[in-house]
């Protein structure tokens, strides 16, 4: 929408007041609070829903598209992301929650859980045969838009660990047009999501020129209409998704489908971050698979979400128990093969980087050094940067002055008032009395 | 520039600090992303190295706009053969480290492998100083 600076992330100004909450928070110190406002860096914005989560104001919020945006298609197909399933309670099952979105204006449901089973099997050949070829990973999951961005922004030298295989969403979008309803132009593939970064990556896709997905609507935007149609909805057999599929909602869902041994999983952005430095530094080397997902526990913790993501958790889990106890639920996907994989590499991004030209760069970086030795290292946030360290690279950087630092101010206050005090002694030679 | 790092010898925790300051420099910079890897394997083996048998030390890593050199120097126990050191698979590490995944035997010839230059001076009962140089064009392969 904003060209190539779009991000689902946005900030409401009338509520923000200033604080730098936010700021501490962000993983990759893309946020600044200017004019008394935060304000996202977008080159850095990883869309991982962290100041959302923890604006105490709510001024952080995703834009995503409205209900009302299903008009423009004839065709409306609903994607719902196996998280929905988690968001309402045993009363209502996924049958009935699929029939819901039917009453809410989509023609039909397509569920985003078949197609984690089909990633799954792709992913799983992907490792296999790159392990025959001598790369045994590790390797790591490509469906958690934020954690792709993150490597981008903090880790481009893991980029190439990155499993080449569309995310569910585009993969049941995908199928959708290309299989059930093959050459029509009045199909609107709408994904119902828990996650800000899929807005961002259905416009702006990871891995593919372009996406499948023509809208997505937040889950929390959804639910009160969904929840009102729900008691009247009639029971169909509308889902078809098994436990594997389901799972991916929460953490550890999408190693069990994989099914590689030696897969780790790890949930929350901070926690991430832990696993790519060590990662980066030459750790893991027995680690084959590494499902990271930036949201606590998984999708279920995604911040356009209504439920907590531990109960929700607990309830689809209890999904899974009993889709394993009827086999006929677990049937794949029967469907010609839909081609999975990336069709463009997924490139570093510079949003860290202090200046174009490596020179420059140099030369800012020692004198932001210099700046941080002077800095009281108290990470304060007066000055609207989440550290003091930060804070001294965007000095260097000629982006605000040292000044800004209310402990510098003093500082220079307290000598200019010394100077005053001293220029108060000095008296015109003719006063002079020594 | 320099940059300057206290290694202590006591934590194992607390290895791998350094090479992850050196990481984000690097990324300041905009540096390769496999320069910095290799820059990141080296440094932090050396980092174990020296966390492991050489009870801490300092760590200093000189960048200038085609490379970095890193020197980490302890005062520990020195290495007496050195040649052996560098073999794949040896050893001195003891059972409680090897048992969290150190101490393989792998840490210097991964040095070696990851940086353009690789120099290693030690004096039994004195100290070591490794001295890491990867050249942000290179492909790594040091001769020693």
Redesign the interface.
Known sequence: MNGLSFHSVTLDPAKCKGCTTCVRFCPTEAIRVRKGRAFIIDERCIDCGECIRTCPNNAKKAVSDPLSALERYTIRVALPAPTLYGQFDERFSVDRILGGLLELGFTDVFEVARAAELVADATASWIASESLSGNGGPWISSACPAVVKLLQV?F??L?ERLVPIMSPMEAAARIVKERLYPGRTDVGVFFISPCAGKVTVSRFPQGLTESAVDGVIAIKDLYVPLRNALPGVQERPLGHAGARGVAWAHIDGESDAVGVPKAISVSGIADVIGVF??L????MKDVAFIEALACPVGCVGGPLTVENPYIARARIRAFERKAAESPGREARFEGDAVDLGFEVLVA?R?G?????D??K??IM??EA?IIGESLPGLDCGSCGAPTCRAFA?DVAKGDVLITDCIFKLRENVRKLAEELINMERWQPPGLDKD | ?Q?RYEVSGADLSLA?KA??EV?R?L?????N??A??RA??SM??AEMNMVIHGGGGIAIAE???DRIVVTMEDTGPGIPDLELAMQEGYSTAPEWIREL?FGAGMGLP?IKRNADDLRIESVVGKGTKVTIIIDFNGFGGAQV
């Open positions: 903090r481009p030298s980029l430095e060590a980066e530094n030459g750790k570093a510079s860290l980087r202090l200046a174009p490596m020179f760069a140099m970086l020692e050094e690279e | 520039m940059l791998g090479s992850t990481k420099a990324g300041r910079l905009g540096v992303p496999g910095i890897k990141a394997v932090y083996e960048l200038s706009p995944g991964n």
